[in-house]
């Protein structure tokens, strides 16, 4: 996730200083999940969720290999947006069971056309699927969005529908990266360092793959 993250740069103190859109109203419209966190401006979110063909399939193709996907794979991504990630999977081979969901129905409204078939509404806290029905779950920059209770649900959720997991998020190092991921988040409710992280996960008895992304 590290080259697609350092691929967008990053000014901190312009996106708390903003006099139209000041942090507190900028978060308060991005946390609708709707227009303007996908599509609106980009000092209240991405500004613009596009699709663009292979930018996320280097990702897809590392997990479709680390974990020994085949053709016949059930794969779920939990927090899918637009669908942009699962579509790279299709593109890996349009025979693998794809699944999505996310709490954002604009997202779901505005999915990639291939994907929008595969995509549910709903949130990471009560994932409506059976006991491991998917042989591998992923959740990139979504957790952090989640407050403590929820986030305890997620994780057990997350081990409970699938045989295999890897999850992205936020943390933070060094205070310096602390301070860039309080002026750059809209959404958060975890602020945890890896060792706190690794704490949620040894509480809630998730055995999955794991990796942070900093804000350097």
Same mark, same amino acid.
């Given at each position: ?5 350092? /691929? ?11 006099? #139209? ?10 946390? @609708? ?27 897809? @193709? ?10 016949? +794979?059930?794969? !779920? ?7 942009? @990630? ?6 890996? /081979? ?13 997202? !779901? ?14 949130? &990471?806290? *009560? ?24 986030? #305890?649900? &997620? !994780?057990? *959720?997350?081990?409970?529908? /699938?045989?295999? %997991?890897?999850?992205?998020? #936020?943390?933070?190092?060094?205070? *310096? #990266? ?10 958060? %409710? @975890? ?10 996960? +040894? ?14």
């Amino acid at each position: 996730m590290s080259s697609i993250h350092k /691929s967008t740069s990053r000014d901190y103190l312009a996106r708390v200083n903003d006099k #139209e859109f000041p942090k507190a109203k900028a978060a308060s419209l991005a946390k @609708q999940w709707g227009y303007d966190y996908w599509d609106g401006d980009r000092r209240i979110c991405y500004g613009g969720y596009k699709y663009i063909p292979g930018r996320w399939m280097p990702i897809a @193709q590392r997990m479709y290999d680390h974990y020994s996907l085949r053709d016949d +794979s059930k794969i !779920l991504d939990i927090g899918c947006g637009k669908g942009f @990630q699962l579509k790279e999977f299709h593109n890996i /081979s349009n025979k693998i069971g794809l699944r999505g969901i996310d709490i954002s129905r604009y997202a !779901l409204d505005n999915a990639h056309p291939d994907l929008a078939p595969f995509l549910d509404h709903g949130s &990471a806290v *009560e994932l409506p699927y059976s006991d491991n029905e998917f042989d591998f779950a992923f959740s990139i920059n979504t957790l952090h969005n989640l407050n403590n209770a929820d986030l #305890e649900r &997620a !994780l057990q *959720e997350i081990s409970r529908v /699938s045989k295999k %997991q890897y999850i992205c998020v #936020e943390s933070f190092r060094t205070e *310096e #990266e602390k301070v860039n991921l309080l002026y750059w988040q809209l959404t958060c %409710q @975890q602020f945890n360092s890896p060792s706190d992280w690794e704490w949620w996960f +040894s509480k809630t008895g998730f055995k999955g793959d794991y990796s942070f992304i900093f804000f350097e």
